[in-house]
């Protein structure tokens, strides 16, 4: 089975949106963080803070729910505006043995057996390859026929998967 995909920025911001922490440890830390450096900053300025705490509340409220965000969008946008071959228009090719991975600047090849995890998401298949190295593969390329031969494929092979049940 071959798949043809070519991901835009605005599919790659999706899907680190989509997949944002969404466990209770990492919420709070992301939460605790601005807080915590809030009331580092307030005890700083103290004095500038003590008559109008209205201004610290501003300020705390930037940092959460504006300079946070910001910061996050930057980053997701410079890693794949730094990748060019996430840019690439690739091309997947499935079978029962291996996977063979052909872009513009490259082309590579790997066994299902060498697959670190696989995991299925609403949008998206991620390959790991390693648990920092994976292929994202967006889902909107594939029919449903498809989407339902790799998910045969993936169980035949017994990798360590998470799929969708849709």
Do not use: C
Not at 14 to 20: A, D
Not at 36 to 48: A, P
Request: overall charge positive; aromatic content about 18%.
């Amino acid at each position: 089975m071959e798949i043809q995909t070519k991901i835009i920025f605005k599919d790659y911001w999706n899907l680190h949106l989509n997949n944002f922490p969404k466990n209770v440890v990492s919420l709070l830390i992301i939460f605790l963080v601005p807080i915590v450096l809030s009331i580092y900053f307030y005890k700083i300025f103290e004095d500038t803070f003590q008559n109008n705490n209205l201004i610290y509340l501003i300020i705390l409220l930037i940092f959460i729910f504006i300079y946070f965000p910001y910061r996050h969008y930057k980053t997701i946008k410079k890693v794949f505006y730094s990748n060019k071959k996430i840019q690439e228009n690739i091309v997947y090719t499935f079978n029962e043995e291996k996977i063979h991975v052909k872009g513009e600047s490259f082309e590579s090849e790997f066994t299902w057996k060498s697959i670190f995890k696989l995991k299925e998401l609403k949008d998206w298949f991620l390959i790991y390859q390693s648990m920092n190295v994976m292929n994202i593969v967006p889902k909107k390329n594939f029919t449903k026929e498809q989407i339902h031969e790799l998910r045969q494929i993936i169980l035949k092979n017994e990798l360590k998967a998470k799929l969708r049940n849709d």
